[in-house]
């Protein structure tokens, strides 16, 4: 089944203590982006990659880090978590080109920092 | 700096009337356009997408949107709605040549039985 995975789904840490999102695609898509969600704001893009190797910032960088070493993964970093990094996080793939550009997204992880 | 806008924060209407969800944008050129879904406690899910051609595109679900250009918007419909289509719904966009992706604030739709 094609899909995209994200653990974990539910995380509470407390201020300062480093901790991994993990995200991976089976569809061998080439791009991956990471979104946090907040009521009243929507999604705000955080990174995104369009290839293993190639990442760049969206919207909202700061406070996070993202690699791409593999095709399918594509981790988010938060090096020291606080409390306004409390929030609803969304990884999301897709096939960039041939009249695609349809992002799949994962079930979400629920962040919360105290 | 480029944005979307939906202006219905909340919208209900009773199961069966006709829905219109609301969506500008603000980019030079024509980008790329789509509407999601999100179901609660769900993930978000693809009604629709509008690169070019014909400006009314249908989707899934009984959906479809159409593109004016000279309004800059990208406006959700549904003939009859069901009680299932109770969500909340995203527009968003990408500016054709970039890889960034930019989110409405969503319109939350409520059906009364």
């Known amino acids: 089944e094609a899909q995209v995975t994200q653990n974990p789904r539910y995380l509470i840490t407390v201020t300062g203590k480093k901790l991994t999102v993990t995200c991976s695609q089976n569809m061998n898509h080439e791009y991956m982006s990471w979104y946090r969600q907040d009521p009243g704001l929507g999604l705000r893009q955080i990174y995104y990659?369009?290839?293993?190797?190639?990442?760049d910032k969206g919207d909202v960088p700061e406070g996070y880090k993202v690699s791409r070493k593999e095709k399918r993964n594509f981790p988010l970093i938060l090096e020291s978590p606080s409390p306004n990094q409390t929030s609803l996080y969304f990884c999301?793939?897709?096939?960039?080109?041939?009249?695609?550009?349809?992002?799949?997204f994962g079930p979400g992880t629920r962040l919360t920092v105290t | 700096a480029q944005s979307v806008t939906q202006p219905d924060i909340h919208i209900t209407v009773s199961e069966g009337a006709s829905l219109e969800l609301r969506c500008n944008y603000s980019y030079g050129a024509t980008p790329y356009l789509f509407w999601y879904v999100q179901s609660p406690g769900q993930g978000l899910q693809l009604l629709l997408k509008y690169f070019s051609g014909d400006t009314l595109v249908q989707g899934i679900k009984g959906f479809e949107a159409e593109f004016k250009r000279s309004q800059s918007s990208f406006n959700l419909r549904k003939p009859s709605v069901h009680w299932s289509d109770a969500a909340e719904y995203f527009c968003?966009?990408?500016?054709?040549?970039?890889?960034?992706?930019?989110f409405g604030t969503g319109t939350r739709l409520k059906v009364l039985a």
């Open positions: 990659s369009m290839n293993v190797e190639v990442t």
């Open positions: 999301a793939s897709s096939f960039d080109g041939g009249g695609s550009y349809e992002q799949y």
């Open positions: 968003a966009v990408r500016a054709s040549g970039t890889y960034k992706y930019i």
